[in-house]
């Protein structure tokens, strides 16, 4: 036995007990064979011996010690003391009562045992050098996730269990007593429709350009950040954070922004300004300073705020901006280098890539994005709403997103107030319909419309 084996995470007891069990009754396969697989065994001979099990298993053949060492024999497998070893094994167990604690310990040091070889190539990786630090990042948490998420592979339950779970979320939501159940979007109508943003949720919120999408993202943001305390996250990839400021501050003291930029401030504004900051200052919102496109540099800082206890909402402005990268050594330099994708790969690669971080991560992501031009052709009765088929990039945006939400005016041209309309056009848990509300330009707020 090599030293690499004398220290690894396993169980002798445990993996001879399984399969000593399999031996004297077959039907403990039942319990065995749907969740261990061969490299779950570290013991060369166990693992043999387990791969003509479950092969046998698998066939509907009869698991006897015969058969498996006919199975062994016919995979080159057989030795001189095979046969007195099976003999042994079915001999060691006194009892096949412990078989689902003992399948826990070896699925345990098997998880365990994948840790320790990623670690000693990660180790061996950093002393070489020759992988560039970001590729290793991102590698190491893709494995690391990868092995955490063995933990619940091939795991399933009655729907008697299901039932249980569900009818206990029925009976927290009634106690709430009409109270919202997610996240408190800030308008009226829409909480009625969504019931509130639900963690695990992909909302896109569509808009051609001037309509005004970000502002009302950014209106959303406040607004929960201010009802609830929720901690969010905001990427923007056309506004610096410097101009995201100015636009809160805007919305928050009801000064218009355009005297904000100017500078043109009378007393009366100073002082609504200064009530502003000091309540932006009490919320928990994070602005991206990194201005990175990359996908995959967006989930590494969200995973991070999320361990940190410091996410419950993201918003990405928006998505047809995000890349997807590679990093590269050149002349013994890292660079960044955008992946040679259609437009119609990368959107459906981003926009799969944020349901399963909403997912992940267990919280509700808005993402902002374009639509084309059709609206403002008009459809074939003329009228200028959009379609979901107007969703710009790819069909995997309708696709993956739970909630689509389409923002437009019916004259796209007008610059002052106004009603605009905000189109709950795809909601995969509740109702769907229009939304009316009046936006206030000047100082870039939302709100709900009382016409």
Not at 101 to 106: A, C, K
Request: glycine share 6%; proline share 3%; with cysteine.
């Amino acid at each position: 036995m090599s030293m690499t084996q004398n220290i690894v995470p396993f169980s002798k007891e445990a993996e001879n007990y399984i399969l000593g069990s399999i031996l004297i009754d077959e039907t403990v396969a039942n319990d065995v064979c749907g969740v261990l697989n061969e490299n779950d065994f570290h013991l060369p001979e166990n693992q043999k011996i387990y791969r003509v099990i479950k092969t046998l298993y698998l066939d509907r053949k009869d698991i006897t010690i015969i058969n498996i060492i006919e199975g062994l024999k016919s995979i080159g497998e057989y030795k001189d003391f095979t046969q007195s070893y099976l003999f042994e094994l079915a001999d060691s167990v006194p009892t096949v009562a412990n078989v689902e604690s003992y399948v826990t310990v070896i699925r345990e040091k098997s998880i365990a045992r994948d840790l320790f070889y990623k670690s000693q190539d990660i180790s061996s990786k950093i002393l070489k050098g020759e992988v560039p630090i970001s590729d290793l990042l991102a590698e190491t948490e893709k494995d690391v996730k990868v092995i955490a998420n063995r933990q619940s592979v091939g795991n399933m339950e009655s729907i008697s269990l299901g039932m249980d779970k569900v009818f206990s979320m029925i009976e927290e939501n009634r106690q709430k007593a009409g109270q919202l159940i997610g996240w408190d979007t800030g308008y009226d109508k829409l909480n009625e429709y969504t019931l509130g943003f639900q963690p695990g949720e992909l909302i896109v919120l569509a808009a051609r350009p001037g309509v005004g999408k970000s502002a009302f993202a950014l209106n959303v943001a406040r607004k929960m950040a201010s009802n609830t305390g929720a901690n969010i996250a905001f990427f923007s990839l056309e506004m610096s954070t410097e101009q995201l400021i100015m636009r809160l501050l805007s919305t928050a003291s009801n000064v218009p922004l355009s005297a904000i930029r100017k500078g043109e401030l009378s007393d009366d504004d100073s002082t609504k300004l200064l009530g502003g900051r000091i309540m932006l200052d009490s919320l928990n919102i994070y602005l991206d300073v990194t201005a990175s496109t990359n996908v995959d540099d967006l989930k590494v800082q969200c995973r991070k705020l999320r361990r940190e206890g410091k996410l419950d909402f993201i918003v990405i402005d928006y998505l047809q901006l995000l890349s997807v990268h590679k990093t590269v050594k050149e002349n013994g330099r890292e660079k960044s280098q955008s992946l040679n994708m259609s437009e119609y790969d990368k959107i459906t690669y981003i926009t799969r890539n944020l349901k399963l971080l909403a997912l992940e991560l267990n919280i509700p992501i808005l993402a902002l994005s374009q639509l084309s031009r059709n609206p403002e052709k008009g459809n074939i009765k003329g009228k200028k709403e959009p379609q979901l088929s107007d969703l710009r990039g790819s069909g995997s945006i309708e696709q993956d997103a739970d909630i689509v939400l389409f923002l437009y005016a019916d004259n796209p041209q007008e610059r002052g107030d106004r009603v605009v309309t905000l189109d709950v056009a795809k909601n995969r848990q509740g109702e769907t319909g229009k939304i009316p509300l009046f936006f206030r330009a000047a100082c870039t707020i939302f709100e709900n419309y009382k016409g």
